[in-house]
């Protein structure tokens, strides 16, 4: 049993001497190890984030593209739909206001022009003044048709120029303005 005690001992102390021998070894190969493993796995997690932060980006700058080609659209066609053309904006105003002037019953005379100075946002402001002679009645008419055109048309101001008494003709100045894009 001496010898069992004796053998026991020895191998328990054999085994506490590689246990002891393992631990710088530890410190000298496997923690390294560990920490560089480790080291990576937060290098990777900081690159997934950068990635994730740099696709939400690129997804806003594609929604934003998506939303400028919407908006550029939209622009043209409220262009197509309310606003004179560029190349063609007076003779185009003449012939919708001649239009309104002969279905209100009102008598146009000659039409004085004049662009605004800068453009604005794309646009180039047109005013004009329209002389025209009728009754009370086709002046609100013209009004009202002018109202339902789909093309801009603005009425700035009415100007009385002159009444026949006993007539009931009116001579008006009517100040009008439009605007046209003047990029194509």
Do not use: H
């Amino acid at each position: 049993m001496i010898v069992k005690e004796k053998l026991r001992r020895f191998i328990y102390g054999l085994l506490l001497a590689l246990v002891a021998a393992n631990i710088p070894l530890y410190f000298v190969f496997v923690r390294p190890e560990g920490e560089a493993v480790s080291i990576e796995a937060q290098r990777m997690e900081q690159a997934s984030r950068e990635l994730r932060e740099k696709k939400s980006a690129i997804d806003m700058v594609i929604d934003i593209e998506k939303k400028l080609a919407e908006s550029r659209k939209a622009r043209k066609e409220f262009e197509a739909r309310y606003l004179f053309s560029r190349g063609k904006v007076s003779s185009e105003l003449l012939n919708e206001l001649d239009q309104i002037c002969a279905q209100a019953g009102l008598l146009r005379n000659r039409v004085a022009f004049s662009y605004g100075a800068e453009s604005e946002f794309g646009y180039q402001r047109l005013s004009l003044t329209l002389p025209v002679s009728g009754t009370y009645s086709n002046i609100r008419k013209f009004l009202n048709v002018l109202e339902t055109r789909s093309k801009l048309i603005i009425v700035d101001s009415m100007v009385l120029q002159s009444e026949k008494e006993g007539t009931g003709l009116i001579q008006m100045d009517m100040n009008l303005s439009t605007y046209f894009p003047v990029q194509p």
